[in-house]
């Protein structure tokens, strides 16, 4: 029996719920979850000050309903377990997560999966600026796991990115895999401007029907259909992702760059028959 979490919150005011997981959850009582601190902006309270709860927390199952759009760090350093959110969420999702897996049915704000090292978030809608990326100062982003994004995402999507993925099916702004280290980024709609500034190695690829321009610091290589491809595809739609069947047989031009950087990296765009 899963851990539910109703918000009846009424707030402006950020909520957060930081290093509240499954892991820390599944040796508690209902009474010790209750008095876990939160902040409501500067103010700490207890989590049942903000949230229903019901249920059981040991097979590290949790379930959150409500509005959460103004809820932040859901999931936050979780190792294990799973979390589904039924409806929107705020900002931080999945921040520096090691394992398990979070489910949003709705939006989420900016920064989700930053600095994620394992594990799987799938969002079913649209997700803001900066997922998977490097919080300001920091040496590197995301360095393992899996984000899909269902809907469209902000800018600058893999920041400083090191590894794992990150799959979007829709639109992508700009500055797409800036100063990326390695990982992948694949986006199946239009994207913004400058894709992979800066980027040393890794992959982005931008399968939509209008690439943009890349910048005259990338080259091209060849045009040819890359195995790994087909591969990331299976792979994206076991796990219920939605794409254009088509490319599984497509050809990509591809593109190395970013030669201001190492230039290592590569840019696919779907071959325009």
Known sequence: MALRLSYFGETSVPVEIEGFTPDWACDKTLAEIEKFEIFHGNQKLP?????????????????????????????????????????????????????????????????VGAEMHGGRIHIHGNAGHLTGAAYRGSARGMTGGTILIDGNAGNEIGHTMRRGLIAIGGTAGDMLGFNMIAGTVLVFGECGIRPGAGMRRGTLGLFGPKPPPLLPSFRYAATFQPQFVNVLLRDLKSHGFRMDESLFSAEFDLHHGDLVSVGRGEILFRHAV
């Open 47 to 111: 989590l049942a000050e903000m949230f229903k709860i019901t249920g059981d927390a040991s097979d590290k199952q949790f379930d959150f309903e409500g509005n959460l759009y103004g809820v932040h760090w859901i999931g936050a350093q979780m190792a294990s377990g799973s979390i589904h959110v039924h409806g929107p969420a705020g900002r931080h999702v999945g921040s520096e997560m090691k394992g398990g897996q979070i489910q949003v049915d709705g939006d989420a704000r900016g920064w």
